[in-house]
């Protein structure tokens, strides 16, 4: 049962347009979500986080917005650069339980940014 | 500061052989988990050490697969009997641990090809 899901498995934008990065959850208990961003041969990189009590989080070029009655959320990157093109994850988390800190991931969005 | 790091980056090994792959997790963080990504899918949870508690083994998909954590630093996660489904990159985050997003740092993650 995928938990964090993540239907589009890639992406292409033009440079300097908008990137938008889906990804619903069935888990109504997660607190948490994150994104992740992975180029090839490398680790994932933590790029940007939500609580679920917020609906949005904005840092830099990265917005992610979450609306918690659809168990969706979604990462904004604007304007898009070729160096953004990598694999984004989303992940979540929740805190009660004593299992907080396990990270359920998503199977991956490959963005491609065209110069 | 140095990243978390792994070793080999690579493993080519034989079905039914054991393998050893080791982490080194980021000066003073006391989480460490282990996760893989086989192909096509997200990271998925194997296991997770925080300080001097017992490890929470619940994602360990056999009893083939183990790992430890000696000294509260470096782990190593060990699979015996290797099988052709155990081909996947191993990844090896830490990370403080607390309350919020609770941020996981990744390592470059260990590439395993059981032939």
């Known amino acids: 049962d995928q938990q964090v899901k993540q239907n589009s498995p890639s992406l292409s934008v033009q440079e300097g347009r908008i990137s938008i990065l889906n990804c619903d959850y069935t888990n109504s208990m997660f607190d948490y979500f994150l994104w992740y961003k992975k180029y090839p041969a490398e680790g994932p990189t933590f790029l940007i986080s939500?609580?679920?009590?917020?609906d949005k989080n904005e840092d830099g070029r990265f917005t992610v917005f979450l609306n918690k009655s659809a168990k969706h959320l979604s990462l904004h990157i604007v304007p898009s650069q070729p160096g953004d093109s990598a694999v984004y994850f989303c992940a979540a988390k929740y805190v009660r339980g004593g299992s907080n800190y396990k990270l359920t991931f998503g199977k991956g969005t490959l963005l491609t940014v065209n110069p | 500061g140095a990243g978390v790091s792994q070793s080999p980056s690579n493993k080519v090994t034989e079905k039914g052989k054991d393998v050893e792959l080791r982490c080194d997790p980021i000066s003073g963080h006391t989480a460490l988990y282990w996760y893989r990504q086989s192909l096509g899918q997200g990271l998925e949870f194997l296991i997770y050490f925080q300080g001097n508690s017992a490890p929470d083994k619940s994602g360990l998909p056999s009893d083939r697969f183990s790992a430890e954590r000696t000294g509260g630093s470096v782990s190593t996660l060990t699979i015996q009997r290797t099988q052709q489904e155990d081909s996947a990159v191993y990844l090896c985050?830490?990370?403080?641990?607390?309350?919020?997003?609770?941020?996981?740092?990744f390592g470059p993650g260990t590439r395993l090809t059981v032939t």
């Open positions: 985050a830490s990370s403080f641990v607390g309350v919020g997003a609770g941020e996981q740092y």
């Open positions: 939500i609580s679920s009590i917020k």
